[in-house]
């Protein structure tokens, strides 16, 4: 990468973390109360934060929650823990954010090199969408950063054919799986296209490594989920 290039890069890394801050900044200066940040889920997920870092478990009045992924909740736990549960979910969801931007740029360097990734690194920056996801006690930014992870991971399988990193895609797939029910769709999916992707081009020899480490990936998702 070239030095405009880096500057580039950082910059739509920082800017996106730093406008997912500035719209949350300017939602308390209008209204000054931590419920804007709210949804009809969130005193229950801001519950079960509390639950996970007070007392270590996952359940409200002695009753184990069933309905709510845990993935989420452990965000807001830690969040707890810093003692700001909703202002410190939402810094999280800002460098959630500037990650989620430095994965795009991997993804878009893979499929198109560095011009692509760094456009790829800018639109996620500037998506308003995911600007107001991460003003609000949602699922979507912690998702969205897992999925992300997991496609970055998978396409450097594709260029290297290393085991580990078809691994990694396979466990950020499933940890997807822990902030959305849809997600659990993701290992599958996953999987499938490395195969329909690399299979009808390899040699012989290459399929069978390729069905090999797609077996292993799917023992694996088997267990994380």
């Given at each position: 990468?070239?030095?405009?290039?880096?500057?580039?890069?950082?910059?739509?890394?920082?800017g996106?973390?730093?406008?997912?801050?500035?719209?949350?900044?300017?939602?308390?200066?209008?209204?000054?109360?931590?419920?804007?940040?709210?949804?009809?889920?969130?005193?229950?997920?801001?519950?079960?934060?509390?639950?996970?870092?007070?007392?270590?478990?996952?359940?409200?009045?002695?009753?184990?929650?069933?309905?709510?992924?845990?993935?989420?909740?452990?965000?807001?736990?830690?969040?707890?823990?810093?003692?700001?549960?909703?202002?410190?979910?939402?810094?999280?969801?800002?460098?959630?954010?500037?990650?989620?931007?430095?994965?795009?740029?991997?993804?878009?360097?893979?499929?198109?090199?560095?011009?692509?990734?760094?456009?790829?690194?800018?639109?996620?920056?500037?998506?308003?969408?995911?600007?107001?996801?991460?003003?609000?006690?949602?699922?979507?930014?912690?998702?969205?950063?897992?999925?992300?992870?997991s496609?970055?991971?998978?396409?450097?399988?594709?260029?290297?054919?290393?085991?580990?990193?078809?691994?990694?895609?396979?466990?950020?797939?499933a940890?997807?799986?822990?902030?959305?029910?849809?997600?659990?769709?993701?290992?599958?999916?996953?999987?499938?296209?490395?195969?329909?992707?690399?299979?009808?081009?390899?040699?012989?020899?290459?399929?069978?490594?390729?069905?090999?480490?797609?077996?292993?990936?799917?023992?694996?998702?088997?267990?994380?989920?």
């Amino acid at each position: 990468m070239t030095p405009h290039e880096r500057r580039w890069l950082l910059a739509a890394v920082a800017g996106s973390a730093g406008l997912r801050l500035a719209v949350a900044g300017a939602a308390i200066l209008l209204r000054h109360d931590p419920a804007i940040f709210h949804v009809p889920d969130s005193a229950r997920y801001l519950a079960l934060g509390r639950a996970i870092a007070e007392h270590g478990a996952y359940a409200l009045d002695g009753r184990p929650e069933l309905f709510r992924l845990p993935g989420f909740p452990l965000l807001v736990a830690v969040a707890t823990v810093l003692g700001a549960p909703t202002g410190g979910t939402i810094v999280i969801h800002a460098l959630l954010g500037a990650l989620t931007s430095w994965l795009c740029f991997v993804c878009g360097r893979a499929i198109g090199g560095v011009r692509v990734g760094l456009w790829a690194a800018t639109l996620e920056a500037i998506e308003p969408g995911q600007w107001a996801w991460s003003a609000m006690l949602v699922t979507e930014p912690l998702c969205t950063a897992f999925v992300i992870a997991s496609v970055a991971a998978a396409l450097r399988y594709l260029a290297t054919e290393r085991w580990r990193w078809l691994a990694v895609a396979t466990i950020a797939a499933a940890a997807a799986a822990y902030e959305r029910f849809v997600a659990y769709l993701m290992p599958a999916a996953l999987l499938l296209a490395i195969v329909w992707i690399a299979a009808p081009h390899a040699s012989v020899a290459r399929r069978a490594r390729l069905w090999r480490h797609a077996a292993g990936a799917v023992v694996l998702a088997a267990a994380l989920l």
